[in-house]
């Protein structure tokens, strides 16, 4: 009996660990500062630390609360941290964000660089959209309405699962599983890798266009919406500018958007209410989805 109660004071000491290491990251301290201004309101964590894949992956399903009735559009949103960090309850606040205009949100982690590299993260990102597609209706979703969306190095995640089609073959899903993207201020055509972490993440693979999303631009590519910002120095802004001309050339269907003067930062913090006022980033995200998948 005392084994036992001092096994659950470990497990609850290392949950509390877990909980304050996430609250120092800054997405960690945006998260805890959205809702204390009322970005919780609206919207609940029917699931939280679910497994999928094969890794010991977990993820966070979110939803309008007390969402009933007609299934509604999904988001699967990867969060950036250049492959290197990040953790889906840092991201609350992008979740809540999109959950409360209508979508069930799932938020999952992926492997990290170094202990993995290329292409495993991206591999893992389909685990995600298996998983969903295969659960996502016992929390309230449509696994016919499918979006990818993400931040950073989740941009790139995203957009390559919707571009380059043999990953979501790989789990045996067809090609138009995914039916829209949103990438903030991700890199698509970052070919001579330049910054340490791409070259790190990227390290070991013999053909480099194989990384590149702007490699599978396809007509039939999913819609996608590509968000920049001229401030950015993380990722260019001609990034976007070039897989957006690139897919258009072909036939499919793209939106670009360039929020002056913000920084890569300031992208995926405009979705939380402290800094929504710095760029309508979340709302034209919702009405770009909104009109591709339905309300």
């Known amino acids: 009996m005392i084994l036992r109660v001092a096994a659950i004071g470990l497990a609850l000491l290392a949950a509390g ?52 009735g007609k299934a509604l559009p999904v988001l699967i949103f990867f969060y950036g941290g250049g492959w290197v960090a990040g953790s889906h309850d ?11 205009q209508g979508f069930v949100v799932v938020v999952p982690d992926y492997r990290k660089v170094p202990s993995v590299r290329f292409p495993a993260f991206v ?12 659960h996502i209706a016992a929390y309230g979703g449509d696994p016919a309405r499918i979006a990818v969306a993400g931040h950073s190095a989740g941009a790139y995640i995203a957009t390559l699962l919707a571009l380059d089609t043999h990953y979501l073959a790989n789990e045996g899903m067809p090609r138009d599983t995914i039916k ?9 055509d970052f070919y001579p890798w330049t910054s340490p972490r791409a070259v790190e993440a990227f ?12 490699t599978y631009a396809r007509a039939d590519a999913p819609p996608m919406l590509l968000v920049t910002s001229s401030g950015d120095t993380e990722v260019q802004p001609r990034n ?20 002056p003067d913000l920084t890569h930062e300031n992208v995926a913090m ?7 006022g710095k760029a309508p980033v979340l709302s034209d995200s919702v009405a770009f989805l909104h009109h591709v998948l339905g309300e």
Not at 39 to 67: C, I, K, M, S, Y
Not at 92 to 99: E, K
Not at 180 to 188: H, K, M, N, R
């Open 240 to 259: 976007a500018a070039n897989l957006t001309r690139r897919l258009k050339s072909l036939g499919a269907t793209a939106a670009f958007r360039d929020y």
């Open 123 to 134: 591999e893992d990102g389909a685990d995600a959209v298996k998983w969903t597609r295969d």
């Open 180 to 188: 829209a993207v949103v990438g903030l201020s991700g890199p698509y």
């Open 203 to 214: 390290k070991g693979t013999r053909d480099p266009r194989t990384t590149q999303p702007i």
């Open 90 to 100: 840092a991201y609350g606040f992008a979740a809540r964000a999109f959950a409360k």
């Open 270 to 276: 405009a979705l939380s209410i402290p800094f929504r």
């Open 17 to 68: 660990l877990v909980a304050i290491l996430t609250l120092l990251t800054p997405p960690g301290q945006l998260t805890f500062l959205d809702g204390a201004l009322g970005g919780g309101w609206g919207a609940e964590r029917p699931g939280h630390d679910l497994g999928f894949g094969n890794h010991g992956q977990t993820l966070d399903v979110w939803r309008p609360t007390g969402a009933t």
